[in-house]
C-alpha cells in the first residue's frame, strides 16, 4: 500500500522560528509536492521537485524553502516563521507518468505560528 | 492559464439524497480531469478520474464525465450517505516536466441522517 508520511501531525511555533516540515515516501516517486490549505483558497503549491536535488517554486514560495537529498524525502523549511503561515500543509508525491498520475498525500500538518 | 472552478460550499443534504457538485474548468491543451476527497483529518485520496474528452469516471457510487463542449467535469451520486460527508475537490493536469496538479477550492459536504 502506497505511503507519503509527514512527521507531525501539529506543531506550535514562535515567530521568528526557522520550522522543519518534514515528508517521506515509500513508493520511489520522482515528484514531489508542497501545499498549503486555507480555508476557501483550496490547496495552493509552494514548492515541487522532479527529482533528487531539484526543485522548482510553485504559486506561493515566498517565505518558503525546500530540500531534497534523497529521493523518498520532501523537507519544507520556513526560514522565519511568521503568524500569516499558519494553514495546514499537505505533501504529495506521484510517478509523474502522466497517464496515471495520481498524486497520493499524506495526512497533512496543521501548523500554528504564534 | 489553467484554472478549476468549482460550486461554493457548504453543501447539505438529507441522507439518499442526490449530490451534483459543479466543476467547470480552463485549460490550454488536453487535460485530465479528476476528483479528490477529504475526510475529517485525513490528507486527500484519488475519488475518480478522466482523462480524455467523454471518459466517465465512477468510484464508490460517485460518477463525473469529462465534458470538453462544456469544460466541465461535475460529480454525481445518485444516493449519498452520512460517511459522503467530506470536503471535495476538483482539479486538473496538463502535461508538464513535473506534472503539476491544479485544484479547485473545495466543496464541503454534510449529510444529516
Known amino acids: 500500500d502506497v505511503k507519503v508520511t509527514q512527521s507531525s501531525r501539529y506543531l506550535v511555533k514562535r515567530t521568528g522560528e526557522k520550522v522543519f516540515l518534514e515528508c517521506v515516501q515509500d513508493m520511489d516517486h520522482e515528484n514531489m509536492f508542497w501545499y498549503r490549505q486555507d480555508p476557501g483558497l483550496g490547496l495552493r503549491l509552494i514548492y515541487f521537485?522532479?527529482?533528487?536535488?531539484?526543485?522548482e517554486k510553485g504559486d506561493i514560495p515566498e517565505g518558503y524553502s525546500v530540500s531534497r537529498e534523497k529521493k523518498e524525502r520532501f523537507s519544507l523549511i520556513l526560514e522565519s516563521a511568521s503568524t500569516n503561515q499558519t494553514s495546514m500543509y499537505l505533501c504529495?508525491?506521484?510517478?509523474?507518468?502522466?497517464?496515471?498520475?495520481?498524486?497520493?498525500f499524506g495526512a497533512g500538518t496543521r501548523l500554528s505560528v504564534l | 492559464g489553467n484554472s478549476v472552478t468549482q460550486m461554493e460550499g457548504p453543501v447539505t443534504l438529507s441522507e439518499e439524497a442526490f449530490l451534483t457538485i459543479n466543476c467547470t474548468y480552463t485549460?490550454?491543451?488536453?487535460?485530465?480531469l479528476f476528483w479528490y476527497v477529504q475526510y475529517p483529518g485525513e490528507g486527500l485520496q484519488l475519488l475518480l478520474k478522466?482523462?480524455?474528452?467523454?471518459d466517465k469516471g465512477s468510484n464508490k457510487g460517485f460518477e463525473a464525465t469529462y465534458r470538453k463542449e462544456t469544460t466541465s467535469f461535475h460529480l454525481e451520486k445518485g444516493s449519498v450517505q452520512v460517511s459522503d460527508s467530506a470536503v471535495y475537490f476538483c482539479?486538473?493536469?496538463?502535461?508538464?516536466?513535473?506534472?503539476?496538479?491544479?485544484f479547485g477550492s473545495g466543496t464541503r459536504l454534510s449529510i444529516r441522517p
Open positions: 521537485s522532479y527529482d533528487v536535488k531539484m526543485k
Open positions: 504529495a508525491s506521484t510517478t509523474g507518468e502522466l497517464a496515471k498520475n495520481i498524486q497520493y
Open positions: 485549460a490550454t491543451g488536453y487535460p485530465s
Open positions: 478522466a482523462t480524455k474528452a467523454d
Open positions: 482539479a486538473l493536469s496538463v502535461y508538464s516536466s513535473a506534472s503539476k496538479i491544479i
